[in-house]
């Protein structure tokens, strides 16, 4: 069973930054994408950024473009969020998503290849204005 950590999470105030980090247990697996998700106080749990392990191109929310940057160490299945600029609305349990392929390579031109997700246990990140 593949567990994602997350660390990274605290108290900052508003114009502050913090770097979060997750890291897959294991490299028994191939991945598609890695990313975090959000949930703030009250709301539904939002998408912040992703990154496509085959390329290395990310995706990030529009709020959080230009604040935000994700990167990844291959090597260690690892993926880094840099949050600038916070604000108090960036206040939120944080977590980590992993995608994995499921079908083997041979056979995704004919189902178009289908992915299991995988969550951590989230981090929470509140910053004070």
Known sequence: QV???????????????????????????????MGWYRQRPGKEREFVASIDWSNGITHYADSMKGRFT????????????????????????????????????????MTGGSKRAYWGQGTQVTVSS
């Open 70 to 109: 994700l990167s990844r160490d291959n090597a260690a299945n690892t993926v880094y969020l840099q949050m600038n600029s916070l604000k108090p609305e960036d206040t939120a349990m944080y977590y980590c998503k992993l995608n994995v392929e499921v079908d083997p390579p041979h056979i995704r031109p």
């Open 3 to 33: 567990q994602l950590k997350e660390t990274g999470g605290g108290l900052v105030q508003a114009g502050g930054s913090l770097r979060l980090k997750c890291a897959a247990s294991e490299s028994t697996f191939e991945i598609y994408d």
